[in-house]
């Protein structure tokens, strides 16, 4: 079964509430050359990476360490918020993660889906670099588990989870560490 290692991007340059796609700060750039560090013990294999700057970014030390390039994934974006104004998106978003995917609206539910399709549908082991949310959407299908946080994954972090094309399997959660959506 592949093995599929999610790691959350770095830390942000701004919150939720301050910028649309923000880079990572100097602490994120720090986490994501960690974590490649860690994945580089590994064989090389494929990098997925969500289009959102702070995931790329973090991808970026992994893909000099193998001399590759991410290939940019939509469905490990982060949850989206399209209709949500900039200065709300944090209570939005607060709220979303206090509460359960059946709860969800259609547009939230068939971007969860999305999540947990891409991620079975991987062929081989590999490295993606993702978000808070769709972490948690991953560790919530390979455990049976409706509600949208199950856990907070420390950024740098790296979760393990295995599929067998149909389902996931949680091999070990990322280290966690709090996180204040602002």
Not at 66 to 90: K, N, Q
Not at 136 to 156: I, K, M, Q
Request: net charge negative; with cysteine.
């Amino acid at each position: 079964m592949p093995r599929i290692y999610i790691v959350r991007h770095g830390r942000a340059s701004a919150s939720w509430a301050e910028a649309a796609d923000p880079g990572l700060d100097d602490q994120g750039r720090a986490e994501a050359e960690e974590a490649a560090r860690t994945l580089a013990a590994l064989p090389p294999m494929p990098i997925l990476s969500s289009p959102l700057a702070r995931a790329r970014e973090t991808a970026a030390p992994l893909e000099r360490l193998w001399e590759t390039h991410a290939r940019i994934e939509p469905g490990v974006a982060e949850v989206p918020s399209p209709d949500i104004p900039l200065d709300t998106r944090g209570v939005w978003l607060r709220a979303l993660m206090t509460g359960r995917w059946s709860e969800a609206d259609a547009m939230r539910r068939a971007w969860r889906d999305s999540v947990v399709a891409t991620l079975v549908r991987q062929p081989r082991p590999c490295a993606i670099f993702s978000h808070f949310v769709a972490i948690n959407v991953a560790v919530g299908a390979a455990e049976g588990d409706d509600r949208a946080t199950l856990f907070s994954p420390a950024n740098g972090s790296i979760t393990i989870l295995e599929t067998d094309g149909r389902t996931l399997t949680l091999i070990e959660k990322g280290r966690e560490a709090e996180t204040v959506v602002r």
